[in-house]
């Protein structure tokens, strides 16, 4: 069959090209009531990933158009891709090695890395997600869309729309880090301020998005083939071999359903013969992935996500991987955050999580790659009340 919009309710097909970000096919209900979720079904095969030709390409996520559902000439692209992949620093090992009470977190002749998404021009992985669906909505002739965001998506959303001069509405909770909102200001999107939690911006912005396109990094399935390339670009570092693990910090999923896609891809093109496992990273305060229903306020703001759209996907996600999912606690999470900074990585709080969590993956051996999704200077203000 050829490339489609897929409704999840109801297996009815969309073009590509068709103006929709829910299923029409099902009647709309509310902000946290996933009915007509699409997904993209994706045709590939061995044509999909041509290394050599892919080896000589500029280094960016587009270096693998094959594979993603965007037509040559319409990408809205900053450079985004390619970010490095580097070896947690040993003394950041020895440090969050400790917040289990005994020390190490890695096997021997195992590895453990970090994939640097912090260092993409908006400062977050969410570039990659965005580039892809701003390159939609240039496909589709689209001038206004909205967009419900903690900060990261908000502000890299603000970037690419003015880059490819579309306006855009971002709604964003109230506590927001001024940093982010400086970003979304200052690259003239309207910043609409909702006081309340994350789930209160996602309720707010509903209304708007019945009436405009709604570039929700959740909710649009175009997202996650942008994020899909973190896996392609994980792969070819190692060689165009998978890693034994991904280690995610987890809100809607948007990074983790975006690897599952990715490998899974990379695994029916035959370029890998299995996909690693992922560990679903949350915050002991917010952690609904893992069954909790209580909720408070914590320092990993970019996955306090109470009510995620796509948790089931996620859920799926890790067990069909044989992953599983981990919480972290405040304490642990500033440990690590202050572990990290030290050793000169000035990652933002939620980043800090995944590197908890190692803590707790004693077990696992092999190549472990930490996801770093965004950069300490986004949250300035955060840190210097953590750690001064």
Same mark, same amino acid.
């Given at each position: 069959m050829p490339a489609a919009l897929v409704c999840r309710d109801t297996g009815t097909r969309y073009p590509l090209d068709t103006p929709i970000w829910r299923s029409p096919a099902v009647a709309p209900v509310d902000s946290v009531t996933p009915a007509g979720l699409l997904d993209i079904d994706? &045709?590939?095969? $061995? #044509?999909?990933? &041509?290394r050599e030709a892919i080896a000589k390409r500029p280094a960016t996520m587009w270096r693998y158009r094959e594979a993603l559902p965007i037509p040559a000439g319409v990408e809205v692209t900053l450079g985004e891709g390619m970010t490095p992949l580097l070896a947690v620093p040993e003394r950041v090992l020895e440090s969050v090695g400790a917040l289990g009470g005994s020390s190490g977190t890695i096997r021997p002749g195992s590895q453990?890395?970090?994939? !640097? =998404?912090? !260092? %993409? &021009?908006? /400062?977050?992985?969410k570039d990659r997600g965005v580039s892809v669906m701003v390159s939609q909505c240039r496909r589709l /002739? !689209? #001038? %206004?869309?909205?967009? =419900?965001? #903690?900060g990261n998506a908000g502000s890299s959303f603000a970037l690419y729309c003015a880059a490819a001069g579309i306006a855009c509405d971002i709604y964003v909770p109230e506590a927001t880090s001024p940093a982010k909102l400086t970003q979304v200001l200052t690259s003239g999107a309207r910043l609409v301020r909702? &006081? /309340? =939690?994350?789930? $209160?911006t996602s309720d707010a912005i509903w209304e708007a998005a019945q009436r405009h396109y709604y570039v929700s990094h959740a909710w649009n399935p175009f997202f996650f083939h942008g994020t899909k390339t973190f896996a392609f670009e994980v792969c070819e570092q190692l060689g165009w071999k998978a890693p034994e693990a991904v280690v995610v910090p987890t809100g809607n999923g948007t990074l983790l359903l975006g690897c599952w896609i990715g490998f899974e891809e990379l695994r029916r093109a035959g370029v890998i013969d299995r996909v690693p496992k992922l560990i679903a990273v949350q915050a002991a305060h917010c952690a609904p992935l893992a069954g909790a229903t209580a909720f408070s306020h914590t320092v990993a703001e970019g996955i306090a996500i109470p009510r995620p759209i796509r948790r089931e996907q996620c859920l799926a996600a890790v067990r069909d991987t044989g992953g599983r999912v981990v919480t972290v606690s405040e304490a642990d999470t500033v440990a690590a955050l202050r572990a990290a900074i030290r050793a000169g990585l000035y990652i933002e709080p939620t980043c800090a999580t995944a590197l908890a969590a190692t803590a707790q993956l004693r077990d696992l051996s092999g190549t472990i790659v930490l996801a770093i999704t965004g950069h300490g200077l986004k949250t300035n203000d955060t840190i210097a009340k953590l750690l001064a």
């Open positions: 994706w &045709p590939v095969d $061995a #044509s999909t990933f &041509p453990m890395l970090l994939k !640097l =998404d912090s !260092l %993409h &021009p908006s /400062g977050s992985y /002739g !689209l #001038s %206004h869309v909205v967009e =419900d965001s #903690s909702v &006081p /309340g =939690d994350r789930q $209160a």
